[in-house]
């Protein structure tokens, strides 16, 4: 380059030939490039961000219109005159606080039973050798494969008439007691590894405890600690990616569930997923309002109100989530 | 260490024995449920779609075996089970390739380093929260109403939304592209919204694959002198091969789960209480699912490369 400034008289032929032209050239190139890789990746990203987040602005919007704005052709996503009065309906027929602590009391609780569940279910497929072990695991992903829709008339039944053993009618010479409409059947079925997509959980915490170092259990056997121990206080600290994973993925899908819910028909006044769905016939029965369009309008407000727990949530941890998928060998 | 100064137990068992004792302590929860909810309620699913079922709270639940007679009423006599089941396969057939496609170019993209990846991040993996069915419902509405053009949620939409689809499909019509291709296109802009949505676990999982492949290996491609083609064919896939059919797998039981033909069974027996039917269109759905699953996987199992 210093040599082509400080003697201008280069023919441009001669420039052209030059390396000096030649490697201008690539330079150019190169960032010409990169800037349309960019570019593209924008676009692209730009586009899905928009499928994804039209529809939750759009219900954002449209639980602060008024009437009048409803019905204005001319209003689109921004409100003329904005209105907070289908937030306090919606609160008031949703029962919203009350509700919403029992069913965080609800996610939260069968999120703990998974945690622990499952991870000493993965734990012990990792770690320890015994017979039948491979057919167990097999079994494992078989509930992976098969979901419990598949046998969701024989889990109704199962719960309709709970009678484990028979030891129910042989007191009451009954049918067995009838756990629908309460949480108890989802509590149970995470407490004995067969909730929510418990096999996935399983699966994934396999995976991660087979890729932590045995050393560290050794260590901790030389210093005298017994097997539970071991695994509370030095294997389950270390596997907080593990950890951390399986608690997002639980709380969320099982705060959105619906099979646990309609399956077992679990009470409106515990699961406020539930009470959602008859939101609309309440509020329009209760406030006499016959415009479906207006309807609408309230219930986007109580969607607004149901979703903003777990994004909450999901914001708080979502960092270390994807952090922990990335570290957790979730893919093995 | 431990076990010497424990007492002896009357049982005097190996090394081995006690850590298999322990292994099936730590299992034991999960053990029993697998036999007690899943596998026994398997046996109840085949059992009940051989019977007549009838449910009173004041009886109790009462069998009656009829052999094979709801599956011949599935077969022959109910109105809607194959449709339902055809086009439930079908579309899970249709969307499963764009899924695995486009979750794996997302997650491509997402694994390169640029300003505003957190956000990015945070916003692809939203349809994982957003999935609930009551939600859902609400969301699918909002999404019609969005993209009225494309989905035609209804006419005056339409016309909010900007986008007249019968415009579009004029306008390539005149372009004498065959009706058959146009209507695939037009099928699958439909589907955007229901791939991009279903594909946020997968993104995830693609995205740890893609971590977990060694640099030293995009190193040697680069001193090699390997285009940015090659290499993607030559190591990018083929490492993330084995993760495609974990993909696969999750995909097909996802789609299986919120099919149309776990909806029919499940209102059968919800709504007209027909309940060995309903066991009867389980046992159908599942293990035609299950099939298709074992094929596809053993197809891509022929192909994959496992590292270690």
Redesign the interface.
């Known amino acids: 380059m210093t040599a082509n400034t400080a003697s201008n008289k280069l023919t441009w032929r001669e420039f052209r030939s030059s390396p000096a032209y030649a490697n201008r050239r690539d330079k150019t190139l190169t960032g010409l490039k990169n800037f349309a890789i960019g570019l593209f990746r924008l676009i692209v990203i730009a586009g899905i961000s928009y499928v994804i987040l039209a529809p939750v602005i759009n219900i954002i919007a449209n639980s602060f219109f008024s009437r009048q704005d409803s019905i204005n052709p001319m209003v689109f996503t921004i409100p003329i005159s904005p209105t907070l009065e289908r937030y306090t309906m919606a609160i008031k027929y949703l029962d919203y606080l009350p509700v919403l602590g029992s069913t965080l009391l609800y996610v939260f609780g069968v999120t703990l039973i998974q945690l622990l569940v499952c991870s000493m279910a993965g734990y012990g497929f990792a770690r320890y050798k015994f017979p039948l072990k491979s057919i167990l695991f097999a079994f494992v992903l078989v509930t992976i494969v098969i979901p419990l829709n598949t046998i969701q008339f024989p889990l109704y039944t199962t719960f309709r008439f709970f009678d484990p053993l028979g030891i129910v009618s042989l007191f009451n010479g009954g049918k067995g007691i009838n756990l629908l409409q309460t949480p108890w059947p989802t509590v149970l079925m995470s407490l004995f590894g067969c909730g929510l997509r418990s096999g996935l959980y399983i699966y994934i915490f396999n995976q991660f405890f087979r890729g932590l170092p045995k050393e560290i259990e050794e260590a901790a056997l030389v210093d005298g600690a017994g097997t539970g121990r071991t695994y509370f206080t030095i294997m389950m600290p270390n596997a907080a990616p593990a950890v951390i994973t399986v608690a997002v993925f639980s709380i969320v899908w099982q705060y959105n569930d619906s099979f646990f819910a309609n399956t077992f028909n679990i009470s409106d006044s515990i699961l406020v997923t539930r009470k959602l769905e008859s939101l609309i016939n309440v509020i329009a029965n209760a406030e006499k309002i016959q415009t479906i369009r207006e309807q609408q309008l309230y219930f986007d407000a109580g969607v607004v109100l149901v979703l903003v727990p777990v994004v909450v949530i999901y914001l708080l941890l979502q960092r270390r989530f994807i952090e922990g998928v990335e570290r957790s060998g979730i893919v093995g | 260490?431990?076990a010497i100064r424990r007492k002896r137990s009357i049982f005097h068992l190996s090394y081995?024995q006690r850590?298999?004792?322990?292994?099936?302590?730590?299992?034991l929860?999960?053990?029993?449920?697998?036999l007690?909810?899943?596998?026994?309620?398997?046996v109840?699913?085949g059992e009940?779609s051989l019977s007549k079922i009838g449910?009173d709270?004041a009886?109790?639940?009462t069998k009656e075996y009829v052999g094979f007679s709801n599956y011949i009423e599935a077969f022959t006599s109910h109105a809607t089970f194959k449709q339902t089941l055809t086009s439930s396969l079908i579309d899970m057939m249709i969307d499963l390739p764009m899924i695995i496609f486009f979750s794996l170019f997302?997650a491509m993209?997402l694994n390169?380093k640029?300003k505003g990846r957190?956000v990015?991040?945070?916003?692809?993996?939203?349809?994982?929260?957003?999935?609930?069915?009551?939600?859902g419902n609400?969301?699918?509405?909002?999404?019609e109403?969005?993209?009225a053009g494309v989905s035609g949620a209804s006419l005056e939409a339409a016309s909010?939304g900007g986008v007249s689809v019968a415009y579009y499909m004029e306008l390539f019509g005149e372009l004498a592209i065959p009706d058959s291709i146009l209507g695939y296109i037009v099928d699958t802009v439909n589907r955007?919204?229901t791939i991009?949505?279903g594909s946020g676990v997968q993104i995830?999982?693609f995205?740890?694959?893609l971590?977990?492949i060694p640099g030293s290996l995009y190193e040697v491609a680069r001193i090699e002198g390997a285009t940015g083609y090659e290499t993607f064919w030559k190591v990018t896939f083929p490492m993330v091969m084995?993760?495609i059919i974990?993909n696969t797998?999750y995909t097909v039981?996802d789609r299986?789960?919120s099919s149309e033909v776990?909806g029919l069974?499940?209102r059968t027996?919800k709504e007209l209480y027909n309940?060995g039917l309903?066991?009867a269109f389980?046992?159908v759905?599942?293990l035609v699912t299950?099939l298709i699953?074992g094929l596809i996987v053993y197809l891509l199992n022929k192909r994959a490369f496992y590292y270690n």
């Open positions: 260490m431990t081995e850590n298999a004792a322990r292994g099936y302590r730590f299992i929860p999960w053990l029993i449920g697998f007690v909810f899943y596998a026994g309620c398997l109840q699913l009940f449910l709270a009886t109790g639940m997302v993209m390169r640029f957190a990015v991040r945070a916003i692809f993996f939203l349809p994982i929260i957003l999935s609930a069915d009551a939600v609400a969301i699918t509405r909002a999404t109403l969005v993209n909010a955007i919204s991009i949505k995830i999982l995205i740890a694959a971590q977990s084995p993760h974990t797998i039981v299986f789960t776990i069974a499940t027996y309940y309903s066991s389980s046992v759905s599942t299950i699953l």
